[in-house]
DNA sequence: ATCCTTCCGTTGTTGCAACAACATACGCGT
DNA sequence: ACGCGTATGTTGTTGCAACAACGGAAGGAT
């Protein structure tokens, strides 16, 4: 097992490479090999272990009940996956796990993780904050989206957003991650006529942009 | 402090009574009481511990650039609130939580709950496992709402919504929790269109419905 | 310089869903 | 029975945003 590009995962950070080895036998981790297209973890089963992608990457589908399905999320190198699933013991997935290109997952189990191991292993400590912390981070990062996508109207939901991230950035003036496109998925609207909205806004007083970079005008 | 009902919160699920009060000296506890409006926390500011409501309220309260605001959430008795935050170290509140009501607040820290004390404390290990279903929870909450309102046709999120529902309770006949305002704020709809695209289903022949019992009507 | 691609803005059309207003049904107390 | 309140379904209007189509700007490759 590649034990640097281990240590270098959001999972083990902060977590040396001469240590993972050691905390890898703690946590019973199984390595296993999935061609494209081939169902990881199927909707219905339950999970006590979590997946960390070592290489490739795997969609998360969701089926419909008239046989039509979507691809509701997408989990690259170094990400892990099924790990909601996991943290809840007994509770069954209400998605498939698919590889999207040949893939290699290393299964990690959630009760070992979360309960110090007899040799005192100094590194569940350090696991498990890095796991706590990137359940809050998607936590955030879905309550943001969910807040912004809430509004009804294009213009409050660009307002909810570029407000936030003036606030985030402490400054009305900002550059955003995102170009026109992925902004508009982000918002869950129409890219062109979110650029309509934007010169209006533009217009209207409101903002002022030039490519990525925004500035927030105060009513002041 | 009431023990009897912290033992009985999520966060403090499986541990007795009797537990509660050596427990709460290893996570720092401290009890604070909050007049109607008064901000507990407020924007901008960094937490290292967690709010646990012991009675009243708390809203969570988003500050737009513009001067206007909104009530994001709201945190009742026995939820826990900031946990979020206080997970990721340095990380700085976006929103205000503001008590609603006279209101109660039991905060723990958070860095006491995620390393083992040095009298090694036998329930840590149960409160994080807790910790992390909550955060779970929350994160799988968070995701089907998130799926349901990608959609952007009513129809559409009618099914999304219908699909899991009857996923989850393993049959096509099944009764929803929500009232119809309650679904078509969830779906973030509206509530006549939405009552007229189910009607609209039920001729299409998609679906069954009386009151809350719906039953999906396959292809087959 | 010339293609080509990608990104962004603009315009006009159209469809869907929000909105308002009302109708109906049901429960509940008296 | 009656009145009242709440929850739900129906209808018609209207506004907003999705959609399609296009034009221009910027960058890369040859």
Redesign the interface.
Known sequence: MNTFFISNTPLFHGISESEISELLSCLGAKERKYKKDEIIIR??SSVSEIGLVESGSVNIV??????NS?I??HVGKGQVFA???A??PG?EL?CDVVACEETEVLFLNMRNM???CQRGCAFH?RI??N???I??????N??????H??S?SLRERL??Y???Q???HGS?RFTIPFDRQQLADYL?VDRSAMSNELSKMQKDG?ITYHKNEFT?N??T
Chains 1, 2 share one sequence.
């Open positions: 909707a219905g969701v089926n419909f009940y008239w046989g979507h509701f999320g790990e909601n699933y943290a809840i509770k209400l979360l309960t110090t400590t498990i904050q796991m706590l912390r359940s809050a981070q998607k936590n955030l879905l309550s943001s989206r969910m807040m996508t809430a009804k307002l909810s570029l407000s936030e003036a606030l985030e009305s869950a409101l927030l105060g009513s």
